[in-house]
């Protein structure tokens, strides 16, 4: 990991403590706040792949990826957008599906790591499956909306300390001379 | 490449073109030491970091990938390992950043070895270093020094091509296809790359270690060769694939070809350096002075094995009747450490160093020259104050004094 990795991993992992508290405190409206931070990071990203996209990956051989990657993160961060003044009910059963799915990505990027023997997919593995247990938790709570709340807070800072906790981590790297 | 070649081949080389046994092993062990000469082994010595001709995996975990950091490990890695083709290449359609990562791609018989050829005439260290560079320009085709997935990167599409006689069980596998050749028939094995650091790579069932693929631009994962492996790095290995530069043809690498092509011109550029030819020409190979070795260098070459010294130790000991030691990086450090502030220059590490700053400072010019910054900028000398990089005083101040004598 490159130290500008290890700052932007820090930079993520606290807005997520920051997000779980501010949904601690303000249950109610707190939801709102964390879509809009969603939403402006998703469309960011999106935009900066797109950019990539276009001065460059566009000559790559498999460069086309890099376009559709681009293009799911801008548009889900505008419906991200369009969600955030809907019920909380609503827009929390979105987050908790798109943890879910965060979930889901990490352990099959773990499963892949350990095919291919690699170190890493220990915690890659815990990420998936805390993020997926989660979301399990939260749906048998579901009729209860601040307990629905707490349970995602949880999880969200689990995730948060497992990545600054990834940050200070020694990582063996492939170097070929 | 490895140790056997640029150790082993290299006294083999030298040699051949006519150095004495003590000459040949100065010439080979400065050329093994570039890849042992990191900014941690200077500072343990005292020797100016800036002279750095590597850098080692935990100085590659820490590498910041900022634009600073990156024209650090572009210098690094163009000067020594991936020395640029053609710095005014047109890749046709592209941003101006593409095109300037495009015109970093590793090749032979560029200007830039001819540069590097001449700049050798100083120091039989400088000669090593010019063997070292000269022979990875056959291997590390086709790859930048500098990180970058748009140029660097592979993909599935990757297949190795085994001589129909050598391949044997394993090449009858499913993914093994026959494919025809004007002399040889081969057949193709799909290459299976994993990531773990500490596996050997298994020549049998033909699964290599590379870097993991990183989605961004600038990731060291896409340093060099690195997304393929130690592939470039064995001399008998020939295979396919398709560069992520390539706009979807596919290369060809025959590697036993290169390396005995990397060879003989070494042997021509050594002649060169000792005044045996009037100029340094490219694409000019001394296959002469080689062909009554042709059979048993390419049978090393040929041979499928992660590790030749053993071959070419054997084969340059019965060239020179001599015996060739191992390589041992910490040969000349004590002397350098030991040695006062003014006494440093005149070691062999002083002058192994003098040499490093010569190419470096030659290659990032010429980069910044043809209006690339990928290298950062290149600072002429100027009489009146220093502008340079710190490291580099002591370098200008020894050309200064030498310029005077």
């Not at chain 1, 749906?139 to 969200?156: K, P």
């Not at chain 2, 190979?285 to 390419?298: A, L, M, N």
């Not at chain 2, 590490?349 to 910054?373: C, P, R």
Request: with cysteine; hydrophobic share 40%; charged share 20%.
């Amino acid at each position: 990991m490159s130290k500008f990795q290890r700052v932007q991993n820090i930079v993520i992992g606290l807005s997520m403590l920051i997000s779980a508290a501010v949904l601690i405190l303000f249950p109610e409206g707190g939801c709102v706040y964390i879509m809009l931070f969603l939403a402006a990071s998703l469309i960011l990203r999106g935009i900066s792949e797109l950019i990539y996209y276009f001065t460059m990956a566009r000559y790559m051989v498999g460069g086309k990826l890099i376009l559709f990657i681009g293009a799911v993160f801008f548009d889900f961060g505008f419906f991200t957008l369009t969600l955030s003044d809907e019920s909380n009910l609503f827009v929390l059963a979105y987050l908790l599906g798109f943890h879910a799915f965060a979930g889901l990505v990490n352990v099959l990027r773990a499963l892949e790591a350990r095919r291919y023997k690699s170190t890493s997919w220990r915690i890659n593995m815990a990420q998936g499956v805390a993020s997926i247990l989660t979301v399990l938790i939260c749906m048998l709570f579901s009729h209860n909306e601040t307990l629905l709340v707490y349970c995602y807070c949880a999880g969200m800072i689990y995730s948060a300390a497992l990545r600054i906790y990834s940050v200070f981590r020694r990582t063996a790297v492939v170097y070929i001379q | 490449m490895q140790i056997d070649f640029h150790y082993y081949a290299t006294y083999c080389a030298a040699f051949l073109a006519g150095y004495s046994h003590e000459e040949c092993l100065a010439i080979c062990y400065s050329a093994q030491f570039t890849d042992c000469c990191t900014r941690t082994l200077l500072s343990t010595i005292g020797g100016p970091a800036e002279a750095a001709t590597t850098q080692l995996q935990l100085e590659m975990m820490d590498a910041r990938t900022d634009i600073l950091g990156l024209q650090d490990i572009t210098r690094i890695w163009s000067s020594f390992h991936f020395l640029p083709r053609d710095l005014k290449a047109d890749p046709g359609k592209g941003s101006r950043i593409y095109k300037a990562k495009y015109r970093l791609i590793c090749g032979p018989n560029g200007d830039l070895l001819v540069k590097t050829v001449n700049l050798a005439k100083e120091s039989l260290q400088a000669v090593g270093i010019a063997m070292h560079v000269l022979a990875d320009t056959w291997a590390h085709q086709y790859f930048a020094g500098t990180p970058s997935q748009v140029i660097n990167n592979t993909d599935y599409w990757f297949f190795e091509l085994l001589p129909a006689e050598a391949s044997g069980d394993s090449a009858n596998s499913g993914d093994s296809r026959e494919s025809g050749d004007a002399k040889r028939a081969f057949t193709e094995r799909r290459i299976t790359f994993r990531h773990n650091p500490t596996g050997k790579d298994d020549l049998d069932k033909g699964i290599y270690t590379s870097t993991v693929y990183q989605l961004e631009e600038n990731s060291v994962m896409s340093l060099g060769h690195g997304r393929a492996g130690h592939l470039p790095d064995y001399s008998f290995m020939r295979y396919k694939y398709l560069p992520a530069w390539g706009k979807y043809e596919e290369v060809v690498k025959d590697n036993p070809s290169d390396y005995y092509k990397a060879f003989c011109q070494m042997v021509y550029a050594l002649r060169y350096l000792r005044g045996d030819h009037e100029t340094f020409e490219t694409d000019r190979y001394d296959t002469e002075k080689v062909s009554p070795y042709e059979t048993e260098i390419k049978e090393i070459l040929e041979k499928r094995q992660l590790d030749a010294c053993a071959d070419w130790k054997a084969f340059g000991e019965k060239l020179s009747g001599c015996e060739i030691p191992d390589f041992d990086a910490d040969r000349y450090c004590t002397e350098y450490k030991q040695a006062s502030v003014d006494d440093k220059d005149a070691t062999f590490l002083g002058s192994y160093i003098d040499a490093a700053l010569a190419q470096k400072t030659m290659v990032t010019n010429q980069i910044f020259q043809s209006d690339n910054l990928l290298a950062g900028y290149s600072v002429e000398y100027n009489e009146s104050r220093f502008l340079g990089i710190r490291d580099f005083i002591h370098y200008v101040e020894n050309k200064k004094k030498k310029g005077k004598a």
